[in-house]
């Protein structure tokens, strides 16, 4: 998946923890404008309660991204918005500050 430049604001990155619920998974990974749409450099680490989570480095703005969740993109219920990429997929979004 390819998603054209990033909006982000330039700036320091800072550190920004994403969890999703799923417990049942075999594999989580996260997809975004920060990491080329890569959907296995960024994999989360499952924790004993079953929830997945990972620590970005990210710099202020806005970002796109999907959890991609035993090979399938998923949106994050918990996402503060989401739209479509450059492209026509949909993505979640999350702004830093």
Not at 2 to 14: D, E, L, S, Y
Not at 40 to 68: A, D, N
């Amino acid at each position: 998946m390819q998603a054209g430049k990033p909006t982000v604001g330039a700036g320091k990155a800072i550190p920004v923890i994403l969890k999703f619920d799923a417990p049942k998974a075999k594999t989580v990974t996260i997809a975004g404008d920060f990491n080329d749409w890569d959907t296995e450099c960024s994999p989360l680490e499952k924790t004993m309660s079953g929830l997945w989570e990972i620590t970005l480095q990210l710099t202020h703005g806005r970002h796109r991204y999907v959890y991609v969740v035993d090979g399938e993109c998923v949106l994050d219920p918990n996402a503060h918005g989401a739209e479509k990429t450059d492209e026509g997929y949909k993505s979640s979004l999350l702004f830093v500050s």
